[in-house]
């Protein structure tokens, strides 16, 4: 048993996991198509020989990545990453979502947990903290670079 890298059609990654997860190949037992990984696709499978198999049938699968992955190489893949990681306290942010959207300012206090900002909009006569998700903000200028 191993996790083996189909090589599929760029932007085709989710459907294809689909259709091999669709046969329901009791040999086959996981497959993952990440975002961060372009034109390919994890599979647990028992052997090569079932995932040959059943990507002969299957439309925008490749070929199958001589070898197998092990978990640990795979594993940053299966647990999301938080939004409002890399961002730090004083970094000048762009809001490009809400009611603020296009606004700059500036990070005064981050929650992880939660995976919210709490930002002081620059542009305001008074600084009023505002506090967005972790998604609604791209870091413009960074205090540690």
Request: hydrophobic share 40%.
């Amino acid at each position: 048993m191993g996790i083996y890298a189909v090589k599929t059609t760029a932007s085709q990654e989710r459907t294809v996991a689909d259709m091999i997860i669709n046969r329901e190949e009791p040999e086959i037992h996981a497959a993952l198509a990440p975002d961060s990984l372009t034109s390919y696709v994890m599979v647990e499978a028992d052997g090569d020989a079932v995932l040959n198999r059943v990507l002969e049938d299957i439309p925008h699968a490749r070929s199958i990545v001589p070898g197998t992955s092990d978990i640990s190489e795979v594993e940053h893949f299966l647990s999301p990453k938080p939004d409002v990681e890399g961002i730090a306290e004083g970094d000048i942010v762009e809001l490009i979502a809400g009611p603020f959207k296009g606004e700059k300012a500036q990070v005064q206090r981050i929650d992880e947990g939660k995976d919210q900002v709490t930002v002081e909009l620059y542009e305001a006569t008074v600084p009023i903290p505002v506090t967005v998700r972790g998604d609604q903000i791209r870091v413009l200028d960074s205090d540690e670079r």
